[in-house]
């Protein structure tokens, strides 16, 4: 009998794990403990398992309808959607975690300091098919040696002359001597979705999953803020606080024309609006996150 429950595909360790596991436990997944030789969790309040693999098994699975679904990082997801004759997978929603670029990179102390420099040179990557568009786009000449891992000592092996990958933090190039000196993609987490038909259970279980996945990026974006005020810079504050419309309004007993406002606010660089409530004779601020939301 077809199985009733989703199957989610995720990255069981690395950059994307994190993540991955954060989010679904935010939108209410009760897991089992797992150990380092777990590869099948089963939610135990919902009818959803995981499946924890290699990111770059994700697309596979999902193509195949293995997994229903799967968090995966945007430079795996192109890298396979430019891989012709494979199954395609839907892109389903930005997931906003795990942000890195994937970029050209050579070493420091070298001649090598643009993409054009590249012409007739080597460079060693995982993402061959991104980068191979990448040259064609740009009319540049280059061989590309392509290696599945540890593609950061190809330069130094003299099996290249540079490489082209993800950079995150920086601290993989700079250990090896390596500097980015091109940009080529974006990359953030994924959710990503087979093409083959979900029966009506997984439809309707994966609907629900999606309402609370966008329920936690929602209240991720946003925090709530108390203040004391005079009430005549009551106008004036609204205005300040950053997509709080309607603010609550609460008179402070024994102290005046001071009031309490409370409000939800956008999360973007609240620090200069902390300042400008200061200018404003706000007074007592608290910032705090919001931990669930729903319209
Ligand atoms: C990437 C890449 C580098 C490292 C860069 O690996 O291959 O090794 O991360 O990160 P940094 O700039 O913070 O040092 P990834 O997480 O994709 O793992 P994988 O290639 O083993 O799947
Ligand atoms: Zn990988």
């Known amino acids: 009998m077809e199985t009733q429950r989703l199957r989610i595909a995720i990255q069981k360790s690395g950059r994307m794990a994190e993540g991955s596991n954060e989010l679904l436990q935010a939108a209410g997944l009760r897991l089992p403990s797992r150990s380092k030789t777990t590869l099948f969790q089963r939610a135990r309040n919902l009818p959803i398992d995981l499946l924890l693999v290699r990111d770059d098994d994700i697309p596979n699975f999902v193509a195949t309808g293995v997994a229903d679904i799967g968090i995966v990082g945007e430079n795996v997801y192109e890298e396979w959607q430019l891989d012709d004759p494979v199954a395609p997978i839907t892109l389903v929603r930005r997931l906003g975690f795990s942000f890195c670029r994937l970029s050209l990179a050579t070493p420091k102390d070298g001649p090598l300091r643009s993409a054009k ?6 460079l060693a990557t995982s993402y ?14 280059a061989d590309i040696v392509e290696m599945s891992g540890s593609v950061e000592v190809a330069p130094k092996l003299g099996i290249a002359d540079g490489i082209f990958d993800i950079v995150s933090s920086g601290a993989t190039l700079e250990a090896n ?15 990503v979705q087979t093409q083959k038909p979900l029966n009506a259970e997984k439809a309707s279980i994966l609907e629900r999953l999606m309402v609370r996945i966008e329920s936690v990026q929602a209240s991720r974006q946003i925090k709530y803020i108390m203040l004391n005020a005079p009430g005549s810079k009551l106008a004036t504050i609204t ?11 609460l008179p402070l007993q024994g102290k005046g024309d001071m009031v309490a406002i409370h409000a939800v606010v956008q999360d973007a660089d609240l620090w200069d609006t902390l300042e400008k409530l200061k200018e404003q004779g ?4 608290l910032v705090t996150p919001i931990e669930k939301m729903m319209a």
């Open 117 to 122: 420099d590249l012409e007739g040179k080597s």
């Open 128 to 141: 061959p098919l991104i980068l191979r568009r990448f040259f064609k786009e740009q009319g540049i000449q």
């Open 177 to 191: 001597g390596l500097g980015p000196i091109a940009d080529v993609l974006k990359s953030e987490a994924l959710l």
């Open 239 to 249: 205005d300040i606080l950053p997509g709080a419309d309607a603010p609550t309004v």
């Open 282 to 285: 706000a007074s007592s601020i």
